[in-house]
């Protein structure tokens, strides 16, 4: 399976935007980028995904590379419920199963 | 909907015990998912059904079983359990497989075997 590479941890700042970065330089072409975020004692819950374009939804958006070899979730603007793991995943062609990493801990302060 | 639900929230097993780890689903999703996840760490896959009757082992296997006589059941047995099974457990449906397919998972059981 394609890993991904994710920082740790960030920090940022309630009503300012959030950039969460995301390597995947072994990505093949028929993988998905797929972002989870895990609040606090809570099952993982979907945000976003994509293959090629940029996506948006109402949760946040997704800034692929030309050369898909990274992505960039944005959270326009942080609120203290965006506090949460999140999880950078590749899954593509017949394989339905999600890997999951140790993703990036997010902080926000009011 | 009350979408993926699990049971029981909390349990506290001693060594060499079994347990069934309840999860059901009211979405009428085809695929369901048992994950586990250690402190700390991402969740791992444990076994995997894509249909009634027909399940397959994840990343972790060993140690549990499970079984998936209709849509919405997906049980896991943990058979002789161990401190080693200590672990979050987390269920998860999708409508079909293919990558482009949301993963919708439930509050989880936290277990821990002394």
């Known amino acids: 399976d394609a890993k991904t590479t994710q920082p740790n941890s960030m920090e940022s700042n309630e009503e300012e935007p959030v950039h969460l970065p995301c390597n995947h330089s072994t990505i093949s072409g028929t993988d998905y980028i797929h972002w989870y975020r895990q609040l606090p004692s809570q099952g993982p819950e979907y945000v976003i995904h994509?293959?090629?374009s940029n996506v948006n939804n109402r949760m946040a958006s997704l800034a692929i590379a030309e050369d898909r070899k990274s992505s960039t979730l944005i959270l326009h603007r942080a609120t203290l419920r965006d506090a949460a793991v999140y999880y950078c995943i590749l899954s593509g062609g017949s394989n339905y199963k999600l890997t999951f990493g140790k993703g990036t801990l997010l902080t926000v302060n009011p | 909907n009350a979408g993926v639900t699990q049971t029981p929230k909390f349990r506290i097993l001693k060594i060499g015990q079994s347990m069934t780890l309840q999860c059901a689903q009211d979405?009428?999703?085809?695929?369901m998912y048992w994950y586990r996840q250690d402190p700390g760490m991402g969740l791992k896959l444990i076994y995997y059904s894509v249909g009634a009757g027909i399940t397959d082992k994840g990343e972790v296997p060993n140690g549990y079983n499970v079984s998936r006589s209709t849509t919405e059941d997906f049980p896991l047995r943990l058979e002789l359990a161990a401190p080693s099974q200590t672990s979050v457990y987390f269920c998860a449906s999708s409508f079909a497989g293919g990558p482009y397919n949301e993963q919708f998972f439930g509050p989880g059981t936290r277990l821990t075997v002394l």
């Open positions: 994509g293959l090629t």
């Open positions: 979405m009428n999703h085809n695929y």
